[in-house]
């Protein structure tokens, strides 16, 4: 534990300084955040984190949708002299939609929720699994008039399985049972395709080639959260995002938009 705090410490520090140094590569930047405070929800506090985020952000990129940087990458449009940047956001939590779908619309763009529906208007005994399974402690879920109201505003509603299992550890039709259902309770409450779909906790290693291939029958977009130096992974059939959260040091940030991406 001393090793890997020590380890951390080293790791912000050159983040900092190589942050400070780099500069925004020009290209498409899709970003994967969970939440905008690591504690209590604060409704002022945590508004004014994801306002500097955006704010500093938006001083060297201009904010697209997630459908524009799909679109754009798929295509092989990227800009040579512009940084653009889209926001998708995992998990569902309340704040989505109570701080950063209206901040996000504030500067006039639209973001990515990949929702876990049975996560949506859980209890408490659902809510204390599912945050454990997440590493959080304290998050509530959205309503599902509010996810419904997002998708109105125009965000993308996209699936992160039913329960927010690991495909790594689960057996083919359990698997399919977590992609489909989820599919049905998303296209029914929003009456829309589900197109978009983010896996479970990003990394290659919890989402094996064979798991790639039972995905694809449910759904035409899908996401990891990693990798992010290249735009796909396995061979075009993934886009890759990188992850980071508003709350990180703004050194941090800049470091990972400043990656030249292939
Ligand atoms: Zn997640």
């Keep these: 534990?001393?090793?890997f705090n020590n380890e951390k410490k080293i790791r912000n520090i050159y983040l900092r300084i190589a942050g400070s140094l780099k500069h925004p590569q020009p290209g498409?930047?899709?970003i994967n955040s969970h939440y905008v405070t690591v504690n209590e929800v604060d409704l002022v506090n945590d508004h004014r984190i994801?306002?500097?985020?955006?704010k500093s952000l938006s001083k060297f990129a201009t904010f697209i949708s997630p459908q524009e940087a799909t679109k754009r990458i798929n295509e092989n449009d990227i800009p040579k002299n512009k940084v653009l940047i889209a926001f998708t956001f995992d998990d569902g939590f309340e704040e989505c939609y109570s701080i950063i779908?209206?901040?996000?619309e504030k500067y006039n763009c639209r973001g990515a929720f990949f929702i876990n529906s049975n996560y949506v208007e859980s209890d408490e005994n659902y809510q204390r699994e599912f945050n454990k399974r997440v590493a959080i402690s304290t998050k509530k879920p959205?309503?599902?008039?509010?996810?419904i109201d997002l998708h109105k505003r125009g965000h993308v509603i996209g699936s992160h399985n039913l329960d927010h299992t690991n495909f790594a550890e689960l057996k083919p039709k359990e698997i399919e049972f977590q992609l489909k259902r989820n599919k049905e309770i998303l296209e029914a409450k929003l009456n829309y395709d589900n197109e978009y779909f983010a896996w479970t906790y990003g990394q290659m290693l919890h989402f094996p080639k064979a798991v790639l291939d039972i995905t694809e029958k449910y759904h035409?977009?899908?996401f990891s959260g990693t990798n992010y130096k290249r735009y796909f992974s396995?061979?075009?059939r993934v886009l890759n995002r990188r992850h980071q959260e508003a709350f990180w040091p703004f050194s941090h940030v800049k470091y990972f938009v400043s990656t030249k991406k292939r």
């Design 234 to 236: 396995y061979n075009g």
């Design 50 to 54: 994801f306002e500097v985020y955006l």
């Design 220 to 222: 035409k977009y899908i």
């Design 1 to 3: 534990m001393i090793l």
């Design 101 to 104: 779908a209206p901040l996000l």
């Design 142 to 147: 959205m309503s599902w008039n509010q996810v």
């Design 28 to 30: 498409v930047h899709i």
